[in-house]
């Protein structure tokens, strides 16, 4: 089964620096890759996925992500953060061939951006 | 957002009284997912469907059952709630072929005292 670490519960950062948050996984073949973003009392927000292509993607709001298949990691990163990305951050997975499309995700990042 | 909606938004209810959460989405999308949120544990997956009366078991699945009758429609219900399932409980739809994960509805946050 599929599965992600999140190892850091939450990331401080004082605003304008950059920002990381770090994800490995464990799937089984390739894995189908997300990042959302969950603000006070609302809902998840899809931030940017990898599916196959360039590892380094672009997602909403300045965010980026790194795919490391050696590595199995997906760490998040923003070159400089606002005080609006204070947030909790999941990381999710699935695996690329799979028939329920179902998406295991982390246990969340709280990122503190400090003005 | 892709037409996803949760109701009720809030709800207090007494230990040992059934529930029911509801899921409704308006795009036909087959794939439809139930999470609790807890605090430590991030997302798990209670229940999920694959299609109309096509349902399985998550990863928490114990005291929980759902039912799809229709395609827009998911319902979860707590058999005979208990302070355990205090929560915020997430509905979700996978979009497209999977490939583009999920969009979420807004949550209920579920109260048992």
């Known amino acids: 089964a599929q599965s992600v670490a999140q190892p850091e519960d939450q990331v401080n950062v004082a605003e304008g620096n950059p920002l990381t948050v770090k994800c490995t996984y464990s799937?089984?073949?390739?894995?189908?890759l997300f990042w959302y973003v969950q603000y006070p009392n609302r809902g998840l927000q899809f931030l940017l996925k990898?599916?196959?292509?360039?590892?380094l993607v672009k997602g909403s709001y300045g965010f980026e992500a790194e795919f490391n298949k050696s590595q199995t990691s997906f760490h998040l990163k923003k070159p400089s953060a606002l005080v609006s990305d204070s947030a909790l951050y999941f990381c999710?997975?699935?695996?690329?061939?799979?028939?329920?499309?179902?998406?295991?995700f982390g246990k969340g990042n709280q990122v503190v951006v400090i003005p | 957002d892709a037409g996803i909606t949760q109701s009720p938004r809030h709800k207090v209810t007494e230990t040992g009284t059934p529930v029911t959460l509801r899921c409704h989405q308006t795009?036909?999308?087959?794939?439809m997912y139930w999470y609790r949120q807890d605090p430590g544990h991030g997302l798990r997956l209670i229940h999920y469907?694959?299609?109309?009366?096509?349902?399985d078991k998550g990863e928490v699945s114990d005291g929980y059952s759902v039912s799809r009758s229709k395609t827009e429609d998911f319902l979860l219900t707590l058999e005979s709630a208990t302070s355990s399932q205090t929560s915020v409980y997430f509905c979700?739809?996978?979009?497209?072929?999977?490939?583009?994960?999920?969009?979420f509805g807004s949550g209920t946050r579920l109260t048992v005292v």
């Open positions: 990898y599916i196959t292509g360039d590892n």
């Open positions: 979700a739809i996978s979009v497209g072929a999977g490939a583009y994960g999920y969009t």
């Open positions: 799937v089984s073949g390739n894995p189908y």
């Open positions: 999710a997975v699935r695996p690329a061939l799979y028939g329920n499309n179902r998406l295991a």
């Open positions: 469907s694959y299609g109309v009366k096509d349902t």
């Open positions: 795009e036909n999308h087959r794939y």
